[in-house]
């Protein structure tokens, strides 16, 4: 089975084809700038053929033309006929609270998520854009299935979840907790697991999702108990571009002093702080050379977001009552190697212990254990693989479709996923 796995942005179309039964990528590449002028389309094979250029995309339904066009190239396809696809998985931000599991895609889906995009106007709207152009290009009859970002939060306790805001804005508007990366913290969860040979159920686990957007989750019993993003990804610790959690007085204070609009501060908030807020740089490389040319704003982006990490796994411990383990996960978590020492540093209290060696070569793709023989907790990087549980998600589904009727396909049951 070939699964082929969406994940739509506003302007962008990433995509992979995935062998499920093998469970390997295929082909994978990007539609950038859709509807902009100077748009760009990459794509690439399992076996290194490459095929980049210009392109001019009006709207996602170009882009996926472009993608199937690519998949059944004489010279850079990987199949021979787009009925070889057996189904496409979309990637969704926010399944808020009324979807709690992947889900065969219907009308039903389609208006469930369409209510959501108030909650993330960024990324449910370009998503259903990509399903309505998956349908126009490959018909109805395809199957589409949507793995919701948020849906592994979806055990975390009212007490975790809910603001202490007046509770009529929770019943008006469903502000809450939602959190994200979900996909990503479950594959690297479920991975730990297995590289511990130990029933996920029994491992108390701090799964750490950084990159230049960033969260963590304290996971007890295979569930999420707490994770650090809100209502929206901007909540948490700081990241490349995002302010993470602050004083709300210092929104208020600022839009006040500056004349600012809502929307004002919140493109701000998610664009011109964090990271770049601080030292002028997003991208944690470039932040990392300007650190040792020894720019101090520079120094002191890193040690706020060492610190914060730190402070947040130290959260989690308690919440937790203990931890048998944490994984970095993610751009920075898989290759910032002095990122996780620091890190690990600051958790000495509770027993860890990092080895350097094992630590350093823990980059590019490697996975692994990091953390000494004597250390009390087990630290491991693990890269993350969002797209193959997407994949698998909705193989199952697809799977449990050929034994339903029509009439139970808006009830699919996924006890496996």
């Known amino acids: 089975m070939k699964i082929l796995v969406i994940n739509a942005g506003s302007s962008s179309l990433k995509y992979q084809l995935i062998d499920m039964d093998t469970e390997t990528m295929i082909a994978k590449g990007n539609c950038e700038r859709i509807g902009i002028d100077g748009g760009t389309f990459s794509h690439k094979t399992a076996d290194g053929r490459k095929e980049d250029r210009q392109v001019t995309m009006v709207n996602h339904t170009d882009a996926f033309k472009l993608v199937t066009e690519a998949l059944v190239d004489k010279k850079v396809g990987v199949i021979s006929d787009l009925s070889e696809i057996s189904a496409v998985g979309h990637r969704v931000a926010q399944g808020g609270a009324i979807f709690h599991k992947s889900i065969f895609i219907n009308e039903d889906v389609i208006e469930g998520i369409r209510s959501l995009i108030p909650l993330a106007p960024l990324h449910n709207g370009p998503e259903l854009q990509g399903i309505f152009a ?3 290009v490959f018909g109805k009859e395809l199957p589409e299935c949507a793995v919701f970002d948020t849906s592994f939060h979806s055990t975390m306790p009212p007490k975790a979840y809910m603001f202490a805001v007046p509770y009529e804005y929770y019943e008006k508007y469903k502000i809450r907790r939602y959190g994200f990366h979900g996909t990503s913290h479950r594959y690297v969860s479920k991975h730990c697991a297995h590289l511990m040979h130990q029933p996920i159920e029994d491992i108390r686990m ?7 957007g960033s969260s963590i989750a304290a996971i007890r019993d295979g569930q999420v108990i707490d994770t650090s993003m809100g209502l929206t990804p901007l909540d948490g610790f700081m990241m490349g571009t995002r302010s993470g959690s602050l004083d709300p007085s210092v929104v208020t204070f600022i ?6 609009s809502p929307a004002q501060m919140d493109d701000i908030l998610n664009k011109k702080s964090g990271l770049l807020g601080i030292c002028g740089y997003s991208d944690d490389r470039d932040v990392t050379k300007a650190e040792i040319e020894g720019d101090p704003k520079a120094v002191l982006a890193h040690e706020m977001l060492y610190y914060q990490i730190t402070k947040q796994i130290g959260a989690y411990a308690a919440a937790l009552n203990g ?4 994984v970095f996960t993610a751009g920075l978590g898989e290759n910032q190697a002095h990122m996780r020492y620091q890190i690990c540093r600051g958790l000495k209290y509770l027993g860890l212990k990092i080895d350097p060696e094992l630590n350093d070569k823990m980059v590019s793709g490697a996975e692994g254990k990091i953390s000494a023989y004597e250390s009390n907790i087990a630290v491991y990087v693990i890269p993350t693989n969002e797209e193959l549980v997407i994949a698998r998600d909705t193989k199952v589904i697809v799977e449990k479709l050929t034994y339903a009727s029509t009439e139970d396909k808006t009830v699919v049951d996924l006890e496996d996923i």
């Open 255 to 260: 839009m006040e002093k500056e004349g600012l």
């Open 134 to 136: 998956c349908r126009e």
């Open 206 to 212: 701090i799964t750490c999702h950084i990159g230049n």
């Open 323 to 326: 931890v048998d383990a944490i």
